[in-house]
């Protein structure tokens, strides 16, 4: 099963019926570092340890991608790859400006 929310859907306006909690979102989080290369979507949502809709997963996940903080590989897999260790080097090298 592959998920199927668009940035457009995520970048909407409107008044969203499954508002995930912070709560939801770093438990996601965590599940996909944890995880990371393991898992498609579908399958990471079965092993969360609470669960919540799928609704409000597809949202996060979406909302983790667009953030890059995780991607998805050929073959649908989830992988975290958020790095703001890597970032902090950069900074100090002057590669990058962070304002």
């Known amino acids: 099963m592959a998920i199927s929310i ?27 570092k944890k995880y990371s290369g393991e898992y498609k979507v579908y399958q990471l949502w079965k092993k969360l340890p609470r669960k919540i809709t799928y609704q ?11 953030s890059n903080k995780i991607t998805m590989d050929k073959r649908k897999v989830l992988v975290w790859i958020w790095n703001p260790g890597m970032i902090q080097r950069l900074e ?3 590669l990058i400006i962070n304002d």
């Open 6 to 32: 668009s940035k457009r859907e995520l970048d909407n306006k409107t008044r969203l019926e499954f508002n995930p909690t912070l709560e939801s979102i770093l438990m996601v989080e965590r599940a996909i």
């Open 56 to 66: 409000a997963y597809k949202i996060i996940i979406a909302y983790l991608i667009n």
């Open 92 to 94: 100090k090298q002057g």
